[in-house]
DNA sequence: CATTTACAGACTTAATATATCTATAATATC
DNA sequence: GATATTATAGATATATTAAGTCTGTAAATG
């Protein structure tokens, strides 16, 4: 029961876009240098992102990633979940009625986190200037 | 990132002690059938809820598991870090100062989730007829 | 002593995370 | 239009962890 790697490569990212121009796109090669992951691996997540919404991909020279939404609407939420799936971490193969007092403690706890991390934005780290 | 099946193991498990007999042990092979898992492995499961003090094993016939703290002390918490471990659930490879924002709030997210576990104890879903 | 039970450790299998490799598609620049 | 540059897709490979089995040992009961 970890974050997985693949979220830290988003988050780190993320933040750098933040930081980086909204018109001229940053290519993965640089991304990725700067985390030490290989560029394609990078890559590989980062087009779920894309797919999520949250940024843009331009191909061809002098392509690469931008934001697509504003800062303020971006959560820390919104890319884990991008990553890691949106179903709940603790889950039973049965279902013993909505009474089920196990699974509403352990909902209420994810939840609790969720919160947090839901009205946490990505704009709230920005130009604070965190290296890599 | 999910909780392990280990977990769920443990969970259900220590419900049921708690509904159970503080002195007569409930054998493994009995804790496993309802579950619908190998004694062996639960019992695997189990000696980790023993080490870490929360229940207590009688070996030979007619033994098995019981609790060895009161109800109130055990808490969702307490059951499953003996599992999963206590480590953070969001680890990187650097450290880069204690202003790092990033870790900041993802352990900030994680302390939200382990306070509301920390603070349902077991007894709290005692004596509630839940079945398996 | 024979039976019943938990415990320990080696081992196996299955599932998932973490990449890599290659080929393709889109775009800019010349 | 040709060429270089970049992202994307899919197949494949490797590593790590979870999940489970098997076998033998130790402790307690009767
Ligand atoms: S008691 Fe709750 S958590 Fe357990 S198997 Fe039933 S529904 Fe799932
Ligand atoms: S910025 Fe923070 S989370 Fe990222 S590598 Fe540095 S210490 Fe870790």
Redesign the pocket.
């Known amino acids: 029961?970890k974050f997985?790697?693949?979220t830290n490569y988003a988050l780190h990212t993320m933040l750098m876009l933040v930081d980086a121009s909204p018109i001229k796109p940053v290519?993965?090669?640089q991304l990725a240098e700067s985390q030490g992951?290989?560029?394609?691996?990078l890559?590989?997540i980062?087009?779920r992102l894309?797919k999520a919404g949250m940024i843009e991909?331009?191909?061809?020279?002098?392509?690469?990633?931008r934001l697509s939404r504003k800062k303020d609407d971006i959560t820390f939420l919104d890319i884990i979940h991008a990553i890691e799936g949106t179903s709940s971490l603790f889950e039973c193969d049965f279902l013993h009625g909505e009474e089920c007092l196990i699974q509403t403690v352990m909902k209420e706890a994810e939840e609790k986190m969720e919160w947090h991390l839901k009205t946490t934005k990505l704009a709230d780290l920005a130009q604070n200037k965190t290296t890599v």
């Not at 992951?37 to 691996?41: A, D, L």
């Not at 191909?59 to 990633?65: E, F, K, L, R, V």
């Open positions: 029961m997985s790697k693949a290519g993965v090669q992951v290989s560029p394609t691996y890559s590989k980062l087009t894309v991909s331009v191909t061809g020279a002098n392509g690469g990633y």
